[in-house]
């Protein structure tokens, strides 16, 4: 018995002629190792003894997923509440012991979505109008692959795009169930082997000779904070939740260069976006909300706007535009950058994509604006070159 470290993990194999139970102990904790599969597959584990002295293992979760560090962590709480009389496994059964989706939805939005995603209002409005209602009184252990894809074909038979971001909130939902001990260990997701619907890459946009119409509409809106919004949405490219969640501190508006910066964003790392004279007067004119420091206040104390799905409906039906998503604004940025000749790479990085493929959607916009500019070129060096355009010789 040594110490455990990952490289020493890695080399670890199940020994097929061993006992059934394979388990590689560590020289740090006592009764922490890792449980070696037939199937290859390695799992952190830990020994204990109840208050009555009974003694108990209880896997922590699978390496990889785990780290040694983690594991490690929770063997020692393990432990310390053993130690004080408690009976860690029991708990964890009884936890999970007839839990419906609907109890545990509301455990993984508090201890996942909220801490960790930006737009856990998504997943929780989600939740509420497709998952909970059609499956959120079955048990967690009860759920089968055939009810999620009856359930993901209903949906899809309306909305197969939405249809596919609940299947994979579900399939999210169902693994967290599983590490945090809701569900026995190593068993199958439910929503692991749904096909999704296929979805077709949106590439709608407002084209310039649609611009002068949605900005008449705009005209008419009577929120100025709203109206705000739709105008920077044109001249950022920010996301939704970026935009809506700006703050009058993450702007810089009188210096030689007027910026915004975003301390987190999807892409996971810190963005600055410049500030177009144009952006700046716009900032400049919308009014301050006392003690809110959001630029796009909303109506509860302190907080920002929730979304403007229902005041842009009215926009894009004034405008005519109805098959105009708020989203689509973010990407008319992309379009008219790549129209006008900019890279692939600037585009990326003016909308703070994390992967060079999501930019490719401008890639033909792009090559238009190339052709474009080979061809006046051409028609300049044309006659220097002894040749007409577009004639024969």
């Known amino acids: 018995m040594a110490v455990l470290t990952k490289g020493r993990i890695d080399r670890l194999r199940h020994d097929p002629n061993g006992p059934a139970t394979q388990i590689e102990y560590d020289d740090e904790i006592p009764g922490f190792g890792v449980r070696l599969y037939e199937s290859g597959r390695k799992a952190f584990v830990v020994w204990y003894r109840t208050g009555t002295g009974r003694k108990r293992m209880q896997t922590i979760g699978a390496y990889g997923p785990w780290?040694?560090?983690?594991?490690?962590?929770?063997?020692?709480?393990?432990?310390?509440?053993?130690?004080?009389?408690?009976?860690?496994?029991?708990?964890?059964?009884?936890?999970?012991?007839?839990?419906?989706?609907?109890?545990?939805?509301?455990?993984?939005?508090?201890?996942?979505?909220?801490?960790?995603?930006?737009?856990?209002?998504?997943?929780?409005?989600r939740l509420e109008k497709h998952i909970n209602p059609a499956l959120g009184t079955r048990k967690l252990e009860d759920l089968r692959r055939a009810d999620v894809a009856r359930f993901h074909g209903e949906i899809g038979m309306d909305a197969p795009y939405e249809a596919n971001r609940v299947l994979a909130l579900l399939r999210v939902m169902l693994n967290k169930a599983e590490e945090w001990g809701y569900?026995?260990?190593?068993?199958?997701?439910?929503?692991?082997?749904?096909?999704?619907?296929?979805?077709?890459?949106?590439?709608?946009?407002?084209?310039?000779?649609?611009?002068?119409?949605?900005?008449?509409?705009?005209?008419?809106e009577p929120n100025p904070y709203v109206k705000a919004a739709i105008k920077l949405y044109l001249l950022t490219g920010l996301r939704k939740s970026e935009l809506l969640g700006l703050k009058w501190p993450d702007l810089e508006l009188d210096g030689e260069r007027?910026?915004?910066?975003?301390?987190?964003?999807?892409?996971?790392?810190?963005?600055?976006?410049?500030?177009?004279?144009?952006?700046?007067?716009?900032?400049?004119?919308?009014?301050?909300?006392?003690?809110?420091?959001?630029?796009?206040?909303?109506?509860?104390?302190?907080?920002?706007?929730?979304?403007?799905?229902?005041?842009?409906?009215?926009?894009?039906?004034?405008?005519?535009?109805?098959?105009?998503?708020?989203?689509?604004?973010?990407?008319?940025?992309?379009?008219?950058?790549?129209?006008?000749?900019?890279?692939?790479?600037?585009?990326?990085?003016?909308?703070?994509?994390?992967?060079?493929?999501?930019?490719?959607?401008?890639?033909?916009?792009?090559?238009?604006?190339?052709?474009?500019?080979?061809?006046?070129?051409?028609?300049?060096?044309?006659?220097?070159?002894?040749?007409?355009g577009g004639e024969s010789a």
């Open 67 to 125: 780290t040694l560090q983690q594991a490690r962590e929770e063997a020692r709480e393990i432990i310390v509440e053993a130690n004080r009389g408690a009976d860690p496994m029991a708990e964890r059964q009884e936890a999970r012991r007839g839990t419906t989706l609907k109890e545990f939805s509301a455990v993984y939005i508090e201890r996942h979505a909220k801490p960790r995603k930006k737009t856990w209002d998504e997943d929780e409005r």
């Open 258 to 388: 007027p910026e915004l910066r975003l301390r987190e964003t999807k892409a996971g790392r810190p963005h600055t976006v410049p500030l177009s004279p144009v952006a700046v007067a716009i900032l400049r004119d919308l009014p301050r909300m006392l003690h809110n420091d959001h630029v796009f206040p909303g109506n509860r104390p302190g907080q920002p706007v929730g979304n403007l799905s229902k005041r842009w409906g009215k926009i894009r039906e004034r405008a005519g535009m109805k098959d105009v998503r708020l989203h689509d604004l973010r990407r008319t940025v992309g379009s008219w950058l790549a129209t006008s000749g900019a890279s692939l790479p600037l585009i990326g990085s003016v909308l703070n994509h994390s992967n060079a493929s999501t930019t490719q959607i401008y890639a033909h916009l792009a090559d238009d604006a190339a052709r474009q500019a080979l061809e006046k070129h051409g028609e300049r060096i044309g006659p220097l070159l002894g040749e007409a």
């Open 183 to 220: 569900v026995e260990e190593g068993t199958a997701n439910p929503a692991a082997k749904v096909e999704p619907f296929r979805e077709k890459r949106r590439d709608r946009w407002v084209r310039p000779e649609e611009l002068p119409r949605l900005m008449e509409a705009v005209a008419e």
